[in-house]
């Protein structure tokens, strides 16, 4: 089991890049940042954008492996995100995770003024985004017109330090988006289905489980060859509400076949409220047998 931390972008550097270090040195396996231009209630206070702040990241770590959980078609277009990508895939010496998702339809989907869209046509246009984006990212040069997106002589030089290029980590709960993670995907991430306790959401990450191997099947894939990310938080209760609990849910997770966990660093309010005491709690004294799991 790899266990991972989310570091939300909304503190200034100072601040933020002391705890990036930190989760290395704890010896975290996986460190990701939120890819929003604002997040829920959140969007009210600072925050910051992912790429620059990956960047950042990977210039005072050496080993960790960082991610964007997840960046999405909202406000990104696949030939000038490609470049991003490239750019910090070879800034952080091939160690960048890529995950990517069909987008809500919160701030992200209108502070643009475009339309906010179905969820049919979000998971229309993010099956074409994330295609157009495998093929910059491998092929030396792309032209395409689709539905949504147009590239004309799109460049690919020098292309990703991990070859043929970044792995993807898609976000999918929907069997139409899980075909998306079949064709595209080194990795699969859930949040499991909204419950209203504790038991109901582990039977919805069950279920979730069992739906993407039928659809990779489906698909003429193994399921075996993913790796599969859960998003502890997204249950009603915090993962990080004391180190026990937090080893239950890592044990419940292996149990289920998911090869990676991630946790949020714990806020003093709102989302992901808890106290730091228990993270480092769980960091030095819990870590290395959770990773055995």
């Given amino acids: 089991m790899r266990i991972g931390v989310v570091i939300l972008p909304d503190r200034r550097w100072a601040q933020a890049g002391p705890r990036w270090r930190q989760?290395?040195?704890?010896?975290?396996?996986?460190?990701?940042?939120?890819?929003?231009?604002?997040?829920?209630?959140?969007?009210?206070?600072?925050?910051?954008d992912?790429?620059?702040?990956?960047?950042?990241?990977?210039?005072?770590?050496?080993?960790?492996?960082?991610?964007?959980?997840?960046?999405?078609?909202?406000?990104?277009?696949?030939v000038a995100f490609a470049r991003q990508v490239t750019a910090l895939d070879d800034i952080s010496a091939g160690r960048l995770l890529l995950g990517v998702g069909a987008g809500g339809i919160g701030f992200d989907a209108t502070v643009l003024g475009g339309e906010t869209l179905p969820a049919r046509a979000r998971v229309d246009r993010f099956t074409e985004f994330t295609g157009l984006l495998d093929?910059?990212?491998?092929?030396?040069?792309?032209?395409?017109?689709?539905?949504?997106?147009?590239?004309?002589?799109?460049r690919?030089?020098?292309?990703?330090?991990?070859?043929p290029r970044v792995p993807f980590v898609v976000a999918a709960n929907g069997p139409r988006a899980m075909?998306?993670?079949?064709?595209?995907?080194?990795?699969?991430?859930?949040?499991?289905?909204?419950?209203?306790?504790?038991?109901?959401?582990?039977?919805?990450?069950?279920?979730?489980?069992?739906?993407?191997?039928?659809?990779v099947e489906g698909e003429g894939r193994d399921p075996a060859t993913l790796d599969r990310y859960l998003l502890l938080d997204s249950a009603p209760v915090f993962s990080l509400s004391s180190a026990d609990?937090?080893?239950?849910?890592?044990?419940?997770?292996?149990?289920?076949?998911?090869?990676?966990?991630?946790?949020?660093?714990?806020?003093?309010?709102?989302?992901?409220?808890?106290?730091?005491?228990?993270?480092?709690?769980v960091a030095t004294r819990l870590l290395p047998q959770l990773r055995t799991a």
């Fill in 179 to 215: 075909r998306v993670v079949a064709r595209h995907g080194q990795g699969w991430v859930t949040t499991g289905s909204e419950a209203d306790d504790l038991a109901g959401w582990w039977r919805s990450v069950a279920e979730l489980g069992e739906r993407l191997n039928l659809v």
């Fill in 156 to 163: 690919n030089d020098p292309g990703c330090v991990q070859r």
């Fill in 245 to 281: 609990f937090f080893a239950d849910q890592v044990g419940r997770a292996a149990a289920l076949g998911f090869t990676d966990v991630v946790t949020h660093w714990p806020r003093e309010s709102s989302w992901y409220a808890g106290d730091e005491a228990v993270l480092v709690d």
């Fill in 23 to 48: 989760v290395e040195e704890w010896g975290f396996d996986h460190a990701w940042t939120y890819d929003h231009l604002g997040w829920r209630d959140l969007v009210d206070g600072p925050w910051f």
């Fill in 50 to 78: 992912a790429v620059p702040t990956l960047t950042a990241a990977a210039t005072v770590t050496s080993r960790i492996r960082l991610g964007t959980l997840v960046a999405s078609p909202n406000f990104r277009h696949p």
């Fill in 135 to 154: 093929r910059v990212l491998r092929e030396e040069r792309t032209t395409w017109r689709g539905e949504w997106y147009t590239a004309v002589d799109a």
